[in-house]
């Protein structure tokens, strides 16, 4: 049974850090891109990042380039999302997914349960 399961969300004051981590079970991990993705009440789910198998490409939507970094360790079978800088608009659902490539097209054929992120004073 393939499992991705998200942590690390939380609440976190403006300008504040989270990093939150993807634990993958029940397939090989370097056989999948990974992306993250994010969701708020009644908008679309949109595309945060994505990192290649072998992470030589990393995707970021415009929205959270230069405070986002996504990385993964295939032999924890765990891809992380680092998140700087926050801001009251980053406050989602936030999911991680695994699928052929690291583009916000990609097919994504499994995914998370997500964890929320509150970013607020």
């Known amino acids: 049974q393939v499992q991705l399961v998200e942590s690390g969300g939380g609440l976190v004051q403006p300008g504040g850090s989270l990093r939150l981590s993807c634990a993958v079970s029940?397939?090989?991990?370097?056989?999948?891109?990974v992306g993250w993705f994010r969701q708020t009440p009644g908008k679309e789910r949109e595309f945060v990042a994505a990192i290649s198998q072998n992470s030589y490409i990393r995707d970021y939507a415009d929205s959270v380039k230069d405070r986002f970094t996504i990385s993964r360790d295939n032999a924890k079978n765990t891809v992380y999302l680092q998140m700087n800088s926050l801001k009251a608009e980053d406050t989602a659902v936030y999911y991680c997914?695994?699928?052929?490539?690291?583009?916000?097209?990609?097919?994504?054929?499994?995914w998370g349960q997500g964890t929320q992120v509150t970013v607020s004073s």
């Open positions: 997914a695994a699928g052929d490539r690291a583009t916000p097209a990609s097919i994504y054929d499994y």
């Open positions: 029940g397939l090989t991990l370097r056989q999948y891109a």
